[in-house]
């Protein structure tokens, strides 16, 4: 398949944003995007698995599954391979980079049941796409999460100080803030679509 | 000791996933474009955790503390599969519509939350009765989002067109930020009923 690579950089991180267009990945949207600081941690961890997990699933797909004609067990290979992933990543950053592990630790077990990473991994072979290909579309997407959380973060910032009805406090005002934003992004689909 | 009619009433009612615990918001947003995508999603929802439930609570004293989380997405991902496989063949346009959402219910977290939270501390039968409740729960909470999505963004109901020429569907309903704008004022309208009520 042949995609230009900056294509899917912005397609990924704008146009098609994987929390405000493709509705992945909402609960540490709703539940970590409260303070700035911990919205960019959650990102840069979600980032940094997503892109490894694209990577690792991509070739057991490729060299396995589609190999061996497989491809039905994809779902439960899949979600295996990330909690696996995702311990092992863990286990290497507490033994090798203390400081990263302190930054990122709290948010790894979360992101196991993070519907982005299986998402972008089932996304990814469903395009077809390529090694490098995978690499940009798995680190553009973490990306696009991260902006998406780090904007909330900022506007539930303020949101928390606003006068709202005490009905809509919390999730329901989040929600409604989030379709708001998710307008906004739908101006770039105009530009670019895949 | 809760009584099994509250164990069923309390998935609907008090502990309603969608609208009081917030789980499982992705498919929740995603495919309530129509009433029948909704009902689609939350009868697979309904019928893996309902699985996951009697497997999990048959299994509780064979699976070993320290390895649980991964035996429950084994689990979990199994009946997913089935559920894939069985839409792929008997409702291929169902298949087509909910697309990556139906892989993506092993994440979802009514059904770990349910696994964690009740099967592994509880019998089979209580299991059932937890996993019909929340499941049906789900099921209403996604029927009800699509029905007013479909009526007021196409002017249908359950793809039957009942709104008439002179109505002018409201486009926005059917894109992304109508799936957040209905489920955030749902929500607001559901916590002012529950005030009402008197119910916490």
């Known amino acids: 398949m042949d995609v230009n690579l900056l294509a899917i950089i912005f397609v990924a991180i704008f146009a098609n944003n994987i929390v405000l267009s493709q509705f992945l990945g909402i609960c540490p949207y709703l539940g970590v995007s409260d303070r700035l600081e911990t919205s960019l941690g959650m990102g840069i961890a979600v980032i940094f698995v997503m892109t490894m997990s694209a990577v690792v699933t991509w070739v057991i797909d490729t060299f396995l599954l589609v190999q061996f004609d497989l491809v039905y067990l994809r779902t439960i290979t899949f979600i295996l391979v990330i909690a696996g992933l995702v311990q092992l990543v863990e286990m290497v950053l507490k033994k090798t980079n203390p400081t990263l592990f302190r930054a990122l630790g709290i948010y790894l077990p979360l992101i196991t049941t993070n519907c982005t990473i299986l998402g972008v991994a089932l996304l990814n072979v469903q395009a077809g796409y390529n090694i490098i290909q995978t690499i940009v579309y798995a680190i553009s997407t973490g990306v696009g999460f991260t902006l998406a959380m780090v904007i909330m973060a900022g506007i539930r910032e303020r949101l928390d100080l606003a006068d709202v009805s005490s009905y809509l406090r919390g999730a329901a005002v989040s929600l409604v803030t989030a379709g708001i934003l998710s307008l906004a992004f739908m101006g770039f689909k105009g530009m670019m679509t895949l | ?200």
């Open chain 2, 1 to 200: 000791m809760t009584t099994l009619a509250q164990e069923f009433s309390k998935g609907i009612f008090k502990e309603n996933p969608t609208f009081r615990l917030l789980l499982g918001m992705c498919p929740t947003l995603a495919v309530t474009l129509t009433a029948i995508n909704g009902f689609g999603m939350g009868i697979s929802a309904l019928f893996v955790l309902l699985c996951s439930n009697i497997v999990i609570s048959a299994l509780k004293d064979v699976i070993p503390a320290k390895v649980r989380m991964p035996a429950y997405i084994l689990i979990i991902a199994t009946f997913v599969t089935i559920v894939d496989m069985v839409l792929n063949a008997y409702a291929p346009a169902l298949h087509e519509a909910l697309g990556i959402f139906i892989p993506l219910i092993v994440v979802n977290c009514i059904i770990m939350g349910r696994a964690e939270a009740f099967a592994r501390k509880n019998t089979i039968g209580r299991s059932v009765i937890d996993a019909l409740g929340m499941g049906i729960g789900f099921t209403l909470s996604l029927t009800v989002l699509g029905i007013i999505r479909e009526l007021f963004g196409a002017g249908s109901f359950f793809n039957i067109q009942i709104m008439g020429t002179a109505f002018e569907p409201m486009a926005v309903l059917a894109t992304p930020p109508g799936a957040f704008i209905t489920l955030g004022i749902m929500l607001g309208l559901v916590n002012y009923m529950f005030k009402r009520l008197g119910i916490e």
